[in-house]
């Protein structure tokens, strides 16, 4: 997993200014398919500031939430201290972080972009992860958006096409998709994701 960021900073660094890099708000997909996700143990991966799973908890869901930068979890502890929920959030990394067996109803990933052996393992790891019926959510920066001066990653290494997804989690784990898609969409989300852009977009189901 990364410890930089694309312009180059760390992500403690850009933790540590003013506000939210990205915002409070929850992310616009996450916010779309939310009614549709079980009420349980919630993972979000790669959760920085905390938008995301403090907007699950508020929810109702049991959320966890990881990272790899401190200065990120102690904000989003008092994101949902200020919101009024609680959260589990932890400092980790994705590379000794274990998904677990049968352990979550809803495991969800914005915006959390990792080199493609990490991003491969990670991503296997869900359907054994997820409970019957849980649901895995995603929505990452794909290689088009390159260039556009909006955000994301600007190594195509690290941006994900809808393909790369699909193949990761395979239909033979007992995944059925419910969304998978490839848009253009404008996204505004603080300080650093501002302006149309192009994401892969996943809702996937296990039976």
Same mark, same amino acid.
């Given at each position: 997993?990364?410890?930089?960021?694309?312009?180059?900073?760390?992500?403690?660094?850009?933790?540590?200014?003013?506000?939210?890099?990205?915002?409070?708000?929850?992310?616009?997909?996450? !916010?779309e398919v939310a009614d549709r996700l079980p009420k349980g143990r919630t993972l979000c991966l790669g959760d920085g500031e905390g938008r995301n799973g403090v907007f699950l908890a508020q929810l109702g869901h049991d959320v966890v939430t990881v990272d790899l930068s401190p200065v990120g979890v102690v904000k989003a502890r008092r994101l949902a201290s200020d919101r009024g929920t609680s959260i589990d959030a932890?400092?980790?990394?994705?590379?000794?972080?274990?998904?677990?067996?049968?352990?979550?109803?809803?495991?969800?990933?914005?915006?959390?972009?990792?080199?493609?052996?990490?991003?491969?393992?990670?991503?296997?790891?869900?359907?054994?992860?997820?409970?019957?019926?849980?649901?895995?959510?995603?929505?990452?920066?794909?290689?088009?958006?390159?260039? !556009?001066?909006?955000?994301?990653?600007?190594?195509?290494?690290?941006?994900?096409?809808?393909?790369?997804?699909?193949?990761?989690?395979?239909?033979?784990?007992?995944?059925?998709?419910?969304?998978?898609?490839?848009?253009? !969409?404008?996204?505004?989300?603080?300080?650093?994701?501002?302006?149309?852009?192009?994401?892969?977009?996943?809702?996937?189901?296990?039976?």
């Amino acid at each position: 997993m990364s410890r930089i960021t694309s312009s180059g900073q760390s992500w403690d660094e850009r933790y540590a200014e003013d506000g939210f890099a990205f915002g409070t708000e929850p992310n616009d997909f996450l !916010r779309e398919v939310a009614d549709r996700l079980p009420k349980g143990r919630t993972l979000c991966l790669g959760d920085g500031e905390g938008r995301n799973g403090v907007f699950l908890a508020q929810l109702g869901h049991d959320v966890v939430t990881v990272d790899l930068s401190p200065v990120g979890v102690v904000k989003a502890r008092r994101l949902a201290s200020d919101r009024g929920t609680s959260i589990d959030a932890r400092v980790a990394d994705l590379e000794t972080f274990e998904l677990g067996l049968n352990s979550w109803d809803c495991i969800v990933s914005v915006f959390c972009h990792l080199p493609p052996p990490l991003r491969h393992k990670v991503h296997s790891s869900v359907p054994a992860a997820l409970r019957s019926h849980g649901c895995f959510v995603l929505e990452a920066y794909r290689a088009a958006n390159i260039g !556009r001066g909006v955000g994301g990653p600007q190594n195509p290494e690290m941006t994900v096409e809808l393909e790369d997804i699909l193949s990761d989690i395979g239909s033979s784990n007992g995944m059925t998709i419910e969304v998978g898609r490839e848009i253009e !969409r404008d996204i505004v989300e603080g300080k650093y994701h501002n302006g149309t852009s192009a994401t892969t977009q996943v809702l996937a189901r296990k039976s």
